[in-house]
């Protein structure tokens, strides 16, 4: 199943095509992605020139969309309306936000399903009200929202062949997700938020309580425990979406790998120190070179 990209936008389809615009000075989605201070930021430097344009436009409006539903002025229903709008103009060629100007020529050349901006704002509205998730079936739906659409939409950007690296794009982002939620659980809990399922806490015996805390100075063996199970669940979907990857689309997903291979070392850190409290933590930067110089290495020699 082929994928080819479509060069060149000029605000309306059907207009002839004409050269990309240059990065200097940076685009805003450049900027908006490298202030956000995403790892991610490094995986898409390795892109192209047009893909990588198109992938900071798409990061760019998940960074947007979400920043209405956790800041504090955050616009919330109206800011998410807003911006589904934009992005449905986008695919009309018309544009009003200087960040849509960019995502439409990225939804022009690459064929970058509505759906998954669709599913991107959903999964943000859910967010808007603290809920609680009965199953890992509910929270998986929830990942599948706020992570595998913006997976689904990458592998358009980076060419797939393969109709199984759709998997591979769902299977990772649930992984991502899972991992994100395990590091965020102190921040989490100050907005009353709780991911994990409820029928995990009962298994382990853990209240809501003591997850929602965020301090957890005298964390209980129990919520460890409840904590590493969830981290083991999270890579075995990094093993999935591995073994869902065909080997012909490798080195088209380099990014994705170097995405995969950072938050997997991230999700091995925050065992090893047993879920620290406080600030988010982060990977030293020695720490994700060597991690993408190994990532890199394996993806270009096939294995």
């Given at each position: 199943m082929a994928r080819s990209a479509r060069r060149g936008f000029s605000g309306?389809?059907?207009?002839?095509?004409?050269?990309?615009?240059?990065?200097?000075?940076?685009?805003?989605?450049?900027?908006?992605?490298?202030?956000?201070?995403?790892?991610?930021?490094?995986?898409?430097?390795?892109?192209?020139?047009?893909?990588?344009?198109?992938?900071?436009?798409l990061y760019s409006f998940c960074r947007v969309v979400d920043d209405c539903v956790d800041e504090p002025d955050g616009e919330g229903?109206?800011?998410?309306?807003?911006?589904?709008?934009?992005?449905?103009?986008?695919?009309?060629?018309?544009p009003t936000t200087e960040l849509g100007q960019e995502l439409a020529e990225a939804v022009f050349q690459f064929p970058i399903?509505?759906?998954?901006?669709?599913?991107?704002?959903?999964?943000?509205?859910?967010?808007?009200?603290p809920r609680r998730y009965a199953t890992f079936a509910d929270l998986?739906?929830?990942?599948?929202?706020?992570?595998s659409a913006v997976g689904l939409a990458s592998i358009e950007i980076f060419e797939y062949r393969q109709p199984r690296t759709r998997e591979y794009a769902v299977e990772l982002g649930v992984a991502l997700q899972l991992t994100n939620i395990l590091r965020d659980i102190g921040a989490d809990g100050t907005r009353c938020r709780l991911y994990l399922p409820l029928e995990d806490l009962a298994r382990f015996g853990v209240d809501e309580a003591e997850l929602l805390d965020g301090t957890s100075a005298a964390r209980r063996p129990?919520?460890?425990?409840?904590?590493?199970?969830?981290?083991?669940?999270?890579r075995e979907h990094y093993v999935r979406a591995?073994?869902?990857?065909?080997?012909?689309?490798?080195?088209?997903?380099?990014?994705?790998?170097?995405?995969a291979g950072v938050y997997r070392a991230l999700l091995d850190e925050l065992v090893r120190r047993s879920f620290p409290p406080g600030p988010r933590l982060r990977l030293s930067t020695p720490r994700k070179l060597w991690v993408a110089a190994r990532t890199l290495a394996r993806v270009y020699a096939g294995r």
């Open positions: 309306a389809p059907g207009a002839g095509p004409r050269a990309p615009p240059e990065e200097v000075p940076p685009s805003l989605a450049a900027r908006i992605t490298r202030q956000s201070g995403t790892s991610f930021y490094y995986a898409f430097r390795i892109l192209p020139a047009p893909k990588r344009r198109a992938i900071y436009a229903e109206a800011g998410l309306r807003r911006w589904l709008e934009e992005a449905q103009r986008c695919y009309a060629g018309q399903p509505r759906a998954c901006f669709e599913q991107i704002v959903e999964g943000c509205r859910m967010d808007l009200t998986r739906a929830y990942c599948e929202k706020v992570a129990e919520v460890t425990a409840l904590l590493r199970f969830e981290a083991e669940r999270a591995a073994a869902l990857l065909p080997a012909q689309d490798r080195r088209a997903m380099a990014s994705a790998e170097l995405m």
